[in-house]
């Protein structure tokens, strides 16, 4: 008897697929056995459960048979939460039935995780290698899955950015799906100067400009002779290269600060000179004017004069 009851707690271990790796979903099936009212039941159970184990491995085989902690974590509290509320509405008379129904519920909530998890979660990257840590559906232990780039390249792409001649511009090399990756990563910076796409770039044109742990690094105070192509890459510390990606920067020059032009009113009548502007051909007549209105003038004062002159003479001797 003593070894029956040893053998009812130990589920067939090896058969684990996913849920019964959680611990929590251990003890609730052994419970679920031994609260069995007679040694006949508690083997029947026993029997279910078993079966359910083999389905749900098979359930997890269709399916990559891997999980991650975060999607075990929802199926587990989804068909702990189904369980109890069979324990709670659960017939005396019919538990074999029922115990059926729960387990076929478990490996339908199992399912349904999976098909989500291996659709959307397991491989998210577009571009890039991932190296993801995950849990084997069979041994319940956690191995590394690597997603390979759809692409088979780890380059993902160039993007074109233009920015001013003092202005800023930002360069984000990161993507939701590197914080799945396993290890230390660091994001690698390069440069290689002149205009975006004016030659064809050979690894020795790049420069190395920063090692970060930061996804992205803004470039402030810009020159023109700072545009170029820049490139940053996300690696391990062995140098194992899971992403990169290439920006093209140009840095537009700020307009020359000008004079404001003088603004020059267009000459009288359409005449090409201003009157006010003599030639040399009419300022020689309009000198020889001057010079003889002058001597004319000089003439005149002199006879008035020596006209005065004579008339007070003549007065003189009158008297």
């Not at 032009?261 to 001057?290: C, K, N, R, W, Y």
């Amino acid at each position: 008897m003593l070894l029956m009851l040893v053998s009812l707690l130990c589920c067939v271990p090896a058969g684990k697929a996913c849920l019964q790796c959680d611990r929590r979903i251990r003890l609730l099936h052994e419970d679920f056995i031994l609260s069995a009212p007679s040694m006949g039941s508690q083997i029947d159970l026993k029997k279910i459960c078993d079966h359910a184990y083999v389905t749900y491995k098979d359930t997890s085989r269709e399916r990559k048979g891997v999980i991650d902690p975060t999607t075990l974590y929802r199926a587990r509290t989804e068909y702990q939460n189904e369980f109890d509320r069979f324990l709670e509405t659960r017939h005396t008379g019919s538990v074999t039935f029922e115990a059926i129904q729960i387990m076929e519920k478990g490996r339908k909530i199992l399912e349904e995780h999976l098909n989500t998890f291996i659709r959307d979660g397991l491989c998210p990257n577009k571009c890039g290698i991932l190296k993801r840590r995950v849990m084997d559906c069979f041994s319940c232990r956690y191995k590394i899955y690597i997603c390979p780039s759809p692409s088979g390249q780890q380059d993902c792409g160039e993007y074109p950015l233009l920015a001013e001649e003092g202005g800023q511009a930002l360069l984000n090399c990161f993507l939701p799906w590197h914080r799945l990756l396993l290890g230390k990563t660091e994001y690698h910076y390069s440069w290689a100067p002149g205009v975006p796409g004016a030659k064809k770039l050979n690894e020795s044109d790049f420069r190395a400009l920063v090692v970060t742990d930061d996804s992205s690094v803004v470039l402030n105070q810009l020159h023109v002779d700072e545009q170029g192509t820049y490139r940053c890459s996300l690696q391990n510390r062995n140098g194992t290269v899971f992403y990169g990606a290439t920006f093209l920067l140009t840095v537009a020059p700020l307009p020359d600060q000008t004079q404001r032009p003088v603004i020059t009113l267009p000459p009288p009548h359409g005449e090409d000179q201003s009157p006010f502007q003599p030639t040399e051909g009419l300022l020689v007549p309009v000198i020889a004017m001057v010079t003889a209105l002058s001597l004319a003038a000089s003439v005149g004062i002199t006879a008035v004069l020596g006209l005065v002159i004579n008339q007070r003479r003549a007065a003189k001797q009158l008297s």
